[in-house]
């Protein structure tokens, strides 16, 4: 496959969006017509790492920096592979070796990259609205790749991508996320996208954790989890954390497991067919069974391997809009 | 001798429960007698279609001197609530270093007096270091003199601490005012907790988090007989409180400020830190009882939180930036376009009396009224006087306004302090 493949799909007279985003910052801005064309060009790239030969020219001469403010490893290489796939280069700058520690701005920061000819902008920042802050002040592209509790784009993009292809669409799909709502990003943005390709979604976990609030995007939200389960095509488990967050949301992590973690035999009462996704890094038998982690409704596997295509399709997206201009 | 008659205006004194149209004579520096023989150098000045108020006093600003002379100085931030049409200010001890202690009180009086071109009135910090825990030196401040107490920016969290410095204010007939924040249940907080914050996964900070101090201030000035003026209040629930403890007597107080009223949490959603303020803006329902207070009288002081920072420091992710947006050259205005013309929920001359006598009487201040005798303070207004926010305008060292663009009606148009021009339109 050429580079020029996923651009002469957006082309048919069908399509009815182009791209035209330099950044891509969160779904809630986004029209279904323009998620479906990054799962569209995110299919045709996958492709590509199937092949002997793994790579693409399509940014060719371009620079991508992965800024990562806040640690992530599997966030940053998904997007580092996506970046080599299409012969970018590839720089890494983490909160710890970056001027951030020494009481530069983020601003300052991100214009000394641009000064350096950086085309593309990878963000993972521990403040929600940090890549909307970036993508105002930027000519760069800028890909939010996690900020704070607000959006996590291209996770919940590999997710949806997920769905359809294992199931063969996304509207009418019932998904169930469980678990920290509040506080996840990957939560937010899985229930816009969801949200606008017609899915139906149910947020599960403690009332402390899951408020009220959410209902007004168009989700239901419970604390039942059993009664949930016969009901969906596919449970989306959020990581838990108790170390990290206060104390008083939930007393422990075995009181979580036993109200809302997917153990065995809450997993027989799924229906047949249904996935099992998890954004990742897994806490075996806290939110999740450890054999029904590896059983074959889990998906989770895929879910890493698409979330390259999915990267790949968003950042040659955004450079695409930006080499026009 | 020196002498300026303002003739013909609407004159607008709360005070004397005055509203006429008249001459204001003011004579070396004092309102003078109306009957007095016009002294032959007396410069005249048209007040015709103008509202002649007692100059205007602003309850709640920050100065930044000591300290933070980047964001705002003494001679910057006076010109620019000279140019709001305040003649008096009261300013918060929260600089670097705070007020403390009588010796910083002693350097505002006199760098006020050097470089302002209105009067400077100095709060002191309750606690050293307004840090909630130790009782600063209070006699000794109020000597130097300071008009009132508060930790603003904080809060005292104990309320043995709390309870024991209304105790000992009292002694001095200190008015405390208080930023009404508990730290626990606001925690990290940047935005009213509610759908906008979880959409945009801000930490939220609550309305409890006021409300809970506002009806712990009111029990404990019942306690202490001391009286506690609540800042900036930006809670429906809050302003419930506060009408329940007034009607029983009890000397609780509370002031609003206009971004209060003027906007809704709704206004983070593109990330603008000029939108991010302590404490934050919340909900129309929120809006709607804080007007329904001032109407009934149970809001009494209007106020700016005038809170300038510089642009590098505001222009940064949202959860770190500072707190606090700039408020004397948009207050009057804003509090005149909503509450007297588009909302009618007051007149014109109660919102004055709420921006003199009211803040006067609070602190004991011998400020805003026109009667005879009084310093020559007084503020022109045209209160219909369409016109547009422009922040490069601004007298402020700082820009840190959510309003640039705001077209809105009604403005001081001259502000006279002890008798001279300080400013005009």
Redesign the interface.
Known sequence: MSAATPLQQQKPTNQPAPWTRKDLVGL?ELSAEEITLVLDTAAAFKDVGTREIKKVPALRGQTMVNLFVEASTRTRVSFELAAHRLSADVINVSASSSSLTKGE???DTAKNLEALHADIIVLR?S????S??LAERLEASVINAG?????HPTQALLDTFTVREKLGRVAGIHVAIIGDI?FS?VA?SNIHALLKLGAKVTLVGPSTLV?R??E??GVTVTHDLDSVLPEVDVVNLLRIQHERQ?KEYFPSLGEYTALFGLTKQRAERLKPGALVMHPGPINRGVEIDSDIADSSRSVILDQVTNGLAVRMAVLYLCAGVRAFK | MSATLLKNGRIIDPANRRDEIGDLLLIDGRIADPKTALPPDVETIDATGLVVAPGLIDLHVHLREPGQSAKETMATGTKAAAAGGFTSVVCMPNTAPSVDNPSVVTWILEKAKAEAVINVFPTGAITKGIAGEELAPIGSMKKAGIVALTDDGHCIQNPEVMRRALEYAGMFGLTVMDHCQDYALVGKGVMHEGYWSTVLGLPGWPAIGEEIIVSRNSQLAELTGTSIHCQHLSSGGSVRILRDARSRGVPLSGEICPHHIALTDESIRGYDTNFKMNPPLRTQRDIDLLIEGVADGTITVLASDHAPHCNYEKEVEFDQAPFGILGFETELSLFLDILVHKKKAIGLPRLIEMYTLEPARLLGLDRGTLSVGAPADVTLIAPDLEWTVDKNQSFSRSRNTPFHGWELKGRAVRTIVGGRTVWEV
Request: glycine fraction near 8%; charge should be positive.
């Open positions: 809630q701005t983020l601003k920042h403040s929600a609205g940090a909307q802050f900020d704070g509790a607000h959006e509040l990003r937010r408020p609030e959410f007004r995007l206060r």
